[in-house]
């Protein structure tokens, strides 16, 4: 696989060197067991696989290259180029400006720019409708396009499905950048419409099989489908796709049922389309390896990454069916040896817990992070944790039995 150039400012040499080896040892990732780093009182279980996936990272080195190939030029990005705040941060630092905010509003007027602005797409990929203001102001993007390669997967499969006459429906966050994207891809080419979870895809199946009056679907949906969508002939052949950064196993689980649900009513097989090459591997490699990490005795987890992470999120939830889950974004929300500043999925909030760290020794920690959070940033855990746990080893003694 292609690698990338991403600036030494997002890289760790203890998270490179452990990565190096474990992919030495497992050349062919079938081995989903945590890395142990052994500080003595403190031991943490680190996830086979976490941080930079491909399509991060080349929307990185996009995202740099552009900025030091054009000194001088304005450069401006859709949105957040991924969700991270210190990677976007660090762009806007460096002059990049952003045209709309993660929901889609408005931060800057698409007829302020000009032919010689530079418009960087981020990975999370756009909508048509945008695609086609920018041509109208004259602004090319091909060169400036940092969209996710499996993301593109998903919006292929779906034009090749809509062509035969199926509907695509899109397991994601309907107001997701993503999600808006790949409908907007999907709808280009025949029916689409979103449903973000399965109480919704409950909901769907009771309009398939004639539970509920179809007059009640678009109410139910709104904002949720295509222009003259049609449930009665649009739900009877269908093809289910996902926001890629969704928990596959709730994709899967989402599409079996409707598929059954189809099968029983129409009696066949043929009326859904197979669309399960559309799951990330990036996505679905990270979430196996916290289900493999959580086999292992722990006292609590740490998650690290983006609160407006779709992919991290679903890493928390995972977490939270086994352990005291912790989420943050950096080691400065590590307060000190009591208190903890971290993000509650539920409240939609940051909160503060006191008293998060057992007592009783070896303190045992699982540690991930999301596919847009950089390494750095784990290291930085892993040595804020070290400045707090009393009697540890160092990190270069660790560090240097992964060098060896």
Known sequence: MKSFDVPIIYRSPLISAIKKKRKEQDRMKKDFTPTLLDFGPLQISLSRHFG?????????????????????????????????????ADLQARGIRFLQDTSGRTLIPFDELN?????????????????????????????????????????????????KNFTVIIHGKPTHEETRATFSHAAAHGPAMVI????????????????KPIAEFYSSFEKQYSVDFDPIADLKRIGV??????????????????????????????????????LCYATLDNQT?????????????????????????????????TLPTYYIETAQKILNDTSIQHFDLHQHAEKVTTDF????????IL??????????????????????????????????IYQA
Not at 56 to 85: D, W, Y
Not at 290 to 306: K, N, P, S, T
Not at 357 to 364: A, C, N, Q, V
């Open 289 to 321: 390896a916290v289900q493999g990490m959580l086999q292992h005795e722990a006292d609590l987890a740490i998650v690290v990454g983006g609160y407006n992470s779709s992919n991290t999120s679903h890493l928390v939830e995972l977490c939270e069916l």
């Open 52 to 88: 930079f996936c491909y399509g991060v990272e080349n929307a990185i080195e996009i995202a740099f290259r552009t900025l030091e190939q054009n000194p001088g030029k304005r450069i401006f990005l859709l949105s957040e180029m991924i969700h991270n705040p210190q990677v976007n």
């Open 115 to 163: 032919k010689e602005d530079i418009v960087l797409i981020p990975a999370f990929g756009t909508t048509l409708e945008i695609e086609t203001l920018l041509r109208a102001r004259g602004i090319t993007t091909e060169s400036y396009n940092t969209t996710c390669p499996f993301v593109e997967k998903v919006w292929n499969r779906s034009e090749a499905i809509a062509k």
């Open 241 to 278: 796709v996902n926001q890629t950064t969704m928990l596959a196993s709730d994709t899967q689980a989402i599409a079996d049922f409707l598929k059954k649900t189809i099968v029983d009513k129409e009696g066949s097989e043929e009326q859904v389309a197979d669309t399960r090459d559309t």
């Open 357 to 364: 760290l057992p007592s009783k020794r070896p303190l045992r």
């Open 196 to 211: 973000k979870d399965m109480e919704e895809a409950i909901q769907l199946a009771a309009f398939i099989r004639g539970d």
């Open 367 to 400: 540690l991930t992070s999301g596919a847009s959070c950089p390494d750095a940033l784990v290291e930085g855990v892993i040595e804020r944790l070290l400045t707090i746990v009393p009697g540890t080893a160092s990190l270069d003694t660790v560090l240097d």
